[in-house]
């Protein structure tokens, strides 16, 4: 798993450890399709979801960047 600079910025700036994103990708609650062929992969992580953006490269998981998502819009976000 490789991670962008803009998805090691974004860890640095929300406080997120690499090992939580590891762990959302590698065993996810939720994976949906996103724009360009990447995919969203969101776990439950107390009262919101990890959400981690990953783009794939051959044998190669990149992630594009990673932010935390209210359990709420999880069924708006589901719906379209």
Same mark, same amino acid.
């Given at each position: ?5 803009? &998805?090691? +910025?974004?860890? &640095?700036?929300?406080? !997120?450890?690499?090992?939580?994103? +590891? ?7 939720? !994976? ?7 995919? &969203? ?8 979801y990890l959400k981690v953006i990953v783009a ?5 998981? !990149?992630v594009v960047t990673v932010y935390w998502f ?11």
């Amino acid at each position: 798993m490789v991670f962008t600079k803009h &998805a090691l +910025e974004k860890l &640095a700036e929300r406080q !997120i450890e690499k090992k939580l994103v +590891e762990s959302c990708v590698e065993n996810p609650d939720f !994976i949906f399709p996103e724009e360009e062929g990447k995919k &969203a992969y969101l776990k439950v992580m107390g009262k919101n979801y990890l959400k981690v953006i990953v783009a794939e490269n051959e044998n190669e998981l !990149i992630v594009v960047t990673v932010y935390w998502f209210a359990k709420t819009r999880l069924k708006r976000y589901n719906s379209n």
